[in-house]
């Protein structure tokens, strides 16, 4: 693992909101191509994190670089190489599926050429040619995660960011949508995804677990496991989150 490249680097990071600590001394390494996953309950601190390392939020301590940018000083240059999706927000419900893609490539400073190319093959590997035209709000739900993940990372950036992006997702779609991952991860892109559902640490590389804004844990899911003596992950969180109430 120490000879892949590094493409995220986190140290010592805080962050304050007043009295409130929302990220406590956060310290890691992701991977170029690798699937990170970052864990924790709702209100553990993934969010507040992830937005300082898209470069939407300013740590109140502390060291990151993204893709090599500094997210004090190059907040443009990280926002130029990532691609970004969440659960709250993704498409616009009352912009056609075609209108969607050109919209958000055009914000990732696309050419209109690379845009016309672009939506083509999208529409295409989603096989969404026939819907082009339809309203977001009149596609089932797993198209929309389908196409929402593809505009991600229409402009073929380094690392995307996935805000909780199965919130609300049945099983079999979530299954869907991580073969959308692993496929982006096979052709290099770094996924950082944040989640509470436990299962979806399995399909990880590596894994995060935050608690009370700390990193309680970071390890393979296998390797997690066989240190808290757990059969699945969900039983890690809840070791974690037991230490966690006692102390």
């Given at each position: 693992?120490?000879?892949?490249?590094?493409?995220?680097?986190?140290?010592?990071?805080?962050?304050?909101?007043?009295?409130?600590?929302?990220?406590?001394?956060?310290?890691?390494?992701?991977?170029?191509?690798?699937?990170?996953?970052?864990?924790?309950?709702?209100?553990?601190?993934?969010?507040?994190?992830?937005?300082?390392?898209?470069?939407?939020?300013?740590?109140?301590?502390?060291?990151?670089?993204?893709?090599?940018?500094?997210?004090?000083?190059?907040?443009?240059?990280?926002?130029?190489?990532?691609?970004?999706?969440?659960?709250?927000?993704?498409?616009?419900?009352?912009?056609?599926?075609?209108?969607?893609?050109?919209?958000?490539?055009?914000?990732?400073?696309?050419?209109?050429?690379?845009?016309?190319?672009?939506?083509?093959?999208?529409?295409?590997?989603?096989?969404?040619?026939?819907?082009?035209?339809?309203?977001?709000?009149?596609?089932?739900?797993?198209?929309?995660?389908?196409?929402?993940?593809?505009?991600?990372?229409?402009?073929?950036?380094?690392?995307?960011?996935?805000?909780?992006?199965?919130?609300?997702?049945?099983?079999?779609?979530?299954?869907?949508?991580?073969?959308?991952?692993y496929e982006a991860a096979a052709e290099g892109?770094?996924?950082?995804?944040?989640?509470?559902?436990?299962?979806?640490?399995?399909?990880?590389?590596?894994?995060?677990?935050?608690?009370d804004g700390k990193i309680a844990a970071l390890?393979?899911?296998?390797?997690?496991?066989?240190?808290?003596?757990?059969?699945?992950?969900?039983?890690?969180?809840?070791?974690?989150?037991?230490?966690?109430?006692?102390?």
């Amino acid at each position: 693992m120490s000879e892949r490249e590094t493409i995220i680097t986190v140290s010592h990071l805080v962050k304050k909101f007043g009295d409130f600590t929302a990220n406590d001394d956060l310290n890691f390494e992701v991977y170029k191509g690798e699937i990170f996953g970052f864990l924790g309950a709702n209100g553990a601190g993934k969010t507040t994190a992830i937005k300082i390392l898209c470069g939407l939020s300013k740590p109140t301590s502390g060291n990151a670089t993204i893709a090599g940018f500094d997210v004090y000083t190059q907040k443009d240059d990280i926002k130029n190489s990532i691609g970004y999706m969440s659960q709250k927000f993704s498409l616009y419900e009352d912009l056609t599926v075609t209108e969607n893609i050109r919209f958000f490539a055009g914000i990732y400073g696309m050419t209109r050429k690379d845009i016309k190319i672009k939506t083509q093959q999208l529409l295409a590997k989603l096989e969404l040619e026939d819907s082009a035209k339809k309203l977001i709000k009149d596609l089932p739900l797993g198209w929309r995660q389908k196409l929402a993940f593809s505009i991600a990372i229409v402009h073929s950036p380094k690392i995307v960011f996935l805000d909780e992006p199965t919130g609300g997702v049945d099983p079999i779609t979530r299954r869907q949508f991580w073969n959308q991952i692993y496929e982006a991860a096979a052709e290099g892109v770094t996924v950082f995804v944040t989640t509470h559902y436990m299962d979806e640490a399995e399909y990880c590389d590596r894994v995060s677990i935050m608690v009370d804004g700390k990193i309680a844990a970071l390890d393979t899911p296998q390797g997690l496991k066989q240190t808290f003596e757990a059969e699945s992950m969900n039983e890690v969180f809840i070791k974690l989150a037991r230490v966690a109430v006692n102390n």
